[in-house]
């Protein structure tokens, strides 16, 4: 009696065909991945009396804009940050401000990729400019004082890691 694989006499799934990419929705909810499992991180905390699973937010969400129902007014959305604003914060401040941004960049930039996809017009595209000009200033903040430090190590290390932003 001949012994076969028991991988080889299970039938292909298509989601790992590298000739068919699944969609952005199918990776989102998770029926592209093996077997439909939903890629949610569970944390689990136990303790003597019992044990809970919290299930935690996919992290591809934040790739998208909270869907808003038709009831709601449209947002306002606010101006570029100024380069005088931008100078009154701290160096951590600034550092944080641009994850911020650049999280919000993507989130825009994915979004305006997905509804030209489907042929849809991206709303608010006024918005995108705004947080490029914010990060724009960000870097000629941080570039100002890399400029002014006096020690000229720091100074270098400095423009380094700006230039790595």
């Not at 509804?115 to 914010?134: D, G, M, T």
């Amino acid at each position: 009696m001949m012994v076969t694989d028991p991988q080889k006499r299970q039938p292909r799934n298509p989601s790992r065909n590298p000739l068919i990419k699944p969609s952005i929705t199918a990776v989102f909810n998770g029926s592209a991945l093996p077997g439909g499992i939903a890629p949610l991180c569970v944390d689990r905390t136990s303790t003597a009396a019992a044990s809970t699973a919290t299930l935690l937010r996919n992290p591809l969400e934040e790739l998208f804009e909270k869907d808003r129902s038709p009831e709601d007014e449209k947002p306002v959305y606010g101006r570029s940050w100024k380069a005088s604003e931008l100078r009154l914060k701290s160096w951590d401040d600034l550092n944080k401000l641009w994850y911020v941004l650049l999280k919000e960049k993507n989130m825009l930039m994915t979004q305006r990729q997905m509804l030209q996809a489907q042929n849809l017009r991206f709303p608010n595209p006024e918005r995108i400019p705004k947080v490029r000009k914010s990060m724009c200033r960000i870097k000629h903040v941080l570039t100002e004082r890399a400029i002014d430090e006096a020690d000229p190590r720091r100074s270098a290390d400095m423009k380094r890691m700006i230039n790595a932003l």
